[in-house]
C-alpha cells in the first residue's frame, strides 16, 4: 500500500486509498472496535478471540506504519527501480534488492510507531473481545472495577513504562547512526 501511495500507480484510485489508509486515525478506537467486532466476530465466528486482538491492533496501527514506508518510498528515486528492471529483475526482485535495503529504517520507525500506538489502545480492546491486554487491566484497576492498591496500580503503569522503554530503547539501537531513510 506504501508503494501506491507513494508512486501515484493507480492514478485516482491512489488519492482514494490515500485517503482510506487515514480513517483509522479519524475514527474514534471504539467505534472501529465495534465495527470490527461485527463483521469479524458475528461473522467469522470460528475466529479465535486472540486472532480477533491482533486484527484489531493492526487495523487500528497500519495508518503510521503505511505513512512511514510511503515517505521513505517517496524519498527513493524511480530511476534506480527503472534501471533494475531493464537489467531484468522482477517486481520481487526490485523490491527485495532496492526498495526494502534503502526502507528498512523506515520499517523500524514506523514499527515504533506501531507498537507505541498498540501498546495504549484500549477502545478498540474492550468492543472487540472479552481478552484484558495490560492497559484494559490498569485502566479496571483505576476505575475500581477489580480492587488493586495504590501500589499495585503504580507497580502496574511501571511495568508498562518500563517494558515500552525497553522494547524502544531495543528499537532504536537497531537504527543507530543509520537513518538516512
Known amino acids: 500500500m506504501a508503494i501506491i501511495v507513494a508512486r501515484k500507480r493507480l492514478g485516482a484510485t491512489s488519492s482514494i486509498l490515500n485517503v482510506l489508509v487515514d480513517i483509522p486515525i479519524i475514527v474514534p478506537s471504539v467505534a472501529l472496535g465495534v465495527s470490527l467486532r461485527f463483521f469479524w466476530k458475528e461473522t467469522l465466528t ?3 478471540d486472540i486472532w ?3 486484527f484489531a491492533h493492526l487495523a487500528i496501527t497500519y495508518p503510521y506504519f503505511v505513512r512511514a514506508m510511503s515517505a521513505a518510498v ?5 530511476e534506480l527501480e527503472e534501471a533494475s528492471r531493464t537489467l531484468g529483475a522482477k517486481p520481487l526482485g526490485v523490491f527485495r534488492t532496492i526498495l526494502l535495503p534503502l526502507t528498512k529504517y523506515s520499517l523500524f ?7 507505541t500506538r498498540s501498546v495504549s489502545e484500549t477502545g ?4 472487540v473481545t472479552s481478552l484484558k491486554t495490560a492497559p484494559v487491566v490498569l485502566v479496571d484497576w483505576v476505575k ?4 488493586a492498591t495504590p501500589l499495585e496500580i503504580g507497580s502496574g503503569c511501571g511495568f508498562l513504562i518500563l517494558f ?3 522494547i524502544l530503547l531495543v528499537l532504536r539501537f537497531a537504527i543507530r547512526g543509520k537513518r538516512r531513510y
Do not use: C, D, Q
Open 109 to 115: 520507525s514506523g514499527a515504533i510507531m506501531v507498537f
Open 164 to 166: 515500552s522503554f525497553i
Open 74 to 78: 517517496e524519498r527513493i528515486n524511480v
Open 46 to 48: 470460528f475466529i479465535p
Open 124 to 127: 478498540a480492546t474492550l468492543a
Open 52 to 54: 480477533l486482538l491482533i
Open 144 to 147: 475500581g472495577k477489580v480492587f
